[in-house]
């Protein structure tokens, strides 16, 4: 039986008496160099030599990522070493598909963040690693391939004694990987994860990187069924009833305020959510939603729209003054991207939930964010001088030194900035509203190409 020890005995002693008093520690904390009283010893079997190995345990949270485990094994008969890493955070609503233009050779020492549920293939040389066939791990773009290389070299000896030609064939397979490194001709890295916890470094953060592509896509049965996530069968039970109609009317949700409980999204410590249903006024009904964590004082508010979608998209463009610009309210739903031309600053609709904010909180939240996005421990020089100039200009604009233009664009129409002028129909001289066609593109994103509408009743 495997036995497990805290690497601190601080953590191995009895609660206090008064124990209910006592805040919960946080689960994940920000990673750093000086988490040892976190880490988790456990004894198990080394897959080398089968004597008893230790293997390390430590949940940490990685900068602009997600909740992470990271596993150090270590064996002293053999001196066999592994380290992996699992996604601790909870599956995301859909599924990511990333795709990076490696084009010189500092590309390949971008980091990549890949969960047990992601896929990766390389078309150029007809590469392809499936999904789950590999263990989730902290790499670089050269690391993905250094270790297929590795994997391929097993048993190339014997290999090459029983069968030959199936040797011969895979070292010239080798060889193009290793040419691979030395990117004498462009190639691309497809990185597809059904679970939605991979990530690809963008090394010109906070400007939009023109290699790298990420979009977003629906699950099919199938993948969800990987991930363990099954539909509940109608027609064998029904754990929540329908209630009337008229048994609850929506009047009555109006000042209401619902909790229910749930992982805070800093530490995931258990935690309650507050959700209330109310009326913006020039605007329509919103759902807002707060929760506080006692465990580690995290604090969100989110916002999501009460509505459908839009006939059409809306665009905002708020020209930044004076004190007064940055008062303005502003609706974001989870739709709706930001950017500023000024900055070449582009934010995608998932950096930021929804919110009802104002400007100046929104671009608060924008500057946390990208203080956020950098590996602090290990990225290099440049990068955190390019970053910190960024963040100097940023405070700038916060300081009205520096005139801006933000841009917010819904393809839902469902994001909302308030106009200073007294007629509420027309907005002021610093604020233009747009409204637009979507695109197939925006329809697909949104869901609406495969959604029907009409006779769906008669397929029921």
Not at 10 to 35: L, M
Not at 58 to 87: A, Y
Not at 240 to 264: R, S, Y
Not at 283 to 292: G, H, L, N, R, S
């Amino acid at each position: 039986m495997s036995t497990v020890s805290a690497a601190s005995g601080s953590n191995a002693t009895s609660p206090p008496e008064n124990a209910e008093n006592v805040r919960p520690e946080p689960i994940f904390r920000e990673i750093n160099a000086e988490q040892t009283d976190e880490v988790v010893e456990i004894e198990s079997a080394c897959m080398n030599c089968f004597e008893t190995g230790v293997t390390r345990l430590l949940p940490t949270k990685i900068p602009f990522f997600r909740e992470v485990v990271l596993m150090s094994f270590k064996c002293d008969h053999c001196g066999h070493i592994n380290n992996e890493m699992q996604s601790a955070s909870e599956i995301q609503k859909s599924g990511i598909r990333i795709e990076l233009q490696v084009r010189s050779v500092a590309d390949l020492n971008r980091r990549v963040v890949r969960s047990d549920n992601s896929s990766i293939s390389i078309p150029e040389v007809e590469l392809e690693i499936p999904v789950q066939s590999q263990k989730g791990e902290v790499t670089t773009v050269e690391g993905i391939i250094e270790r297929t290389i590795a994997g391929l070299s097993q048993d190339q000896d014997k290999r090459r004694i029983d069968h030959p030609e199936a040797a011969a064939s895979i070292d010239k397979y080798i060889e193009r990987l290793h040419s691979l490194k030395e990117v004498t001709t462009p190639f691309r890295l497809l990185l597809e994860d059904i679970s939605g916890n991979s990530f690809v470094e963008n090394p010109l953060a906070p400007a939009a990187d023109t290699q790298l592509k990420t979009s977003y896509f629906t699950r099919s049965q199938l993948q969800n069924e990987q991930l363990g996530l099954y539909e509940q069968n109608h027609e064998e039970q029904h754990l929540l009833k329908p209630i009337a109609e008229d048994a609850w009317p929506i009047e009555n949700l109006h000042g209401e305020v619902l909790q229910f409980p749930t992982n805070c999204p800093s530490c995931q410590a258990p935690c309650e959510t507050n959700m209330k249903l109310t009326n913006i006024p020039h605007f329509k009904e919103v759902v807002i939603m707060a929760t506080v964590c006692g465990a580690c004082g995290h604090k969100t508010n989110e916002v999501k729209s009460g509505g459908g979608v839009e006939a059409q998209g809306v665009r905002f463009r708020v020209q930044i003054v004076s004190r007064e610009d940055l008062t303005r309210d502003v609706l974001k739903s989870e739709t709706c991207s930001l950017s500023i031309p000024e900055l070449d600053l582009e934010v995608g609709p998932h950096a930021l939930c929804g919110r009802f904010t104002t400007v100046e909180g929104l671009l608060v939240a924008m500057r946390d964010q990208l203080d956020g996005t950098l590996f602090h421990d290990s990225a290099d020089e440049t990068t955190k001088q390019q970053m910190q100039r960024f963040l100097d200009t940023f405070e700038d604009v916060m300081n009205l030194k520096r005139v801006i233009t933000l841009v917010l664009e819904d393809p839902a129409g469902n994001t909302y900035v308030q106009s200073l002028s007294d007629d509420d129909k027309e907005p002021d001289d610093k604020l233009t509203v747009e409204r637009y066609d979507r695109s197939f593109e925006d329809n697909e994103d949104l869901g609406l190409n495969d959604m029907k509408t009409e006779g769906y009743e008669q397929e029921a």
